[in-house]
Nanobody, 122 residues
Framework: QVQLVESGGGSVQAGGSLRLACKAS???????MGWFRQAPGEEREGVAA????????YYADSVKGRFTMSQDKAKRTVYLQMDSLKPGDTAVYYC????????????????WGQGTQVTVSS
C-alpha cells in the first residue's frame, strides 16, 4: 500500500504563492493522484487531480487558472503550485492516490497523506 507524505504548507498573504509536494513511498504510475483540501467545519473537497497515465490534469472551478498540478516521476512526487492565493484557500491540504472514478471526489481515492496546513491571510 503506497504511503504519501505532504510538505510545503505554511502561511502566506493573499496574492502570494506556495508549492505543495507529495512524495510517494512507491511507484504510483497507474494510479490517479489528487489534491484535496478541508477547511474547518467543511467537507473535504477535490482541488486537482492527474490521470493514471499522467496525460490529463483536472481542476476544481474554484482554483482553475491559479493552481497547477505536476509530477516528477523520478522523485515519485507530485506537486501543487498555488498562485494568487486567497483567504478562502485556507485549509488542510491532502494528497491522495486511487484507481479513479469521479476524479475530484473523495470516494475515488484509497490512500491518503496526513495533510499539510495552508493559511492565507488578507
Amino acid at each position: 500500500q503506497v504511503q504519501l507524505v505532504e510538505s510545503g504548507g505554511g502561511s502566506v498573504q493573499a496574492g502570494g504563492s506556495l508549492r505543495l509536494a507529495c512524495k510517494a513511498s512507491s511507484n504510483t504510475y497507474g494510479l490517479y493522484m489528487g489534491w484535496f483540501r478541508q477547511a474547518p467545519g467543511e467537507e473535504r473537497e477535490g482541488v486537482a487531480a492527474i490521470s493514471a497515465n499522467r496525460e490529463t490534469t483536472y481542476y476544481a472551478d474554484s482554483v482553475k487558472g491559479r493552481f497547477t498540478m505536476s509530477q516528477d516521476k523520478a522523485k515519485r512526487t507530485v506537486y501543487l503550485q498555488m498562485d494568487s492565493l486567497k483567504p478562502g484557500d485556507t485549509a488542510v491540504y491532502y494528497c491522495a492516490a486511487g484507481f479513479g472514478g469521479r476524479i475530484l471526489t473523495v470516494s475515488a481515492y484509497k490512500n491518503w497523506g496526513q495533510g499539510t496546513q495552508v493559511t492565507v491571510s488578507s
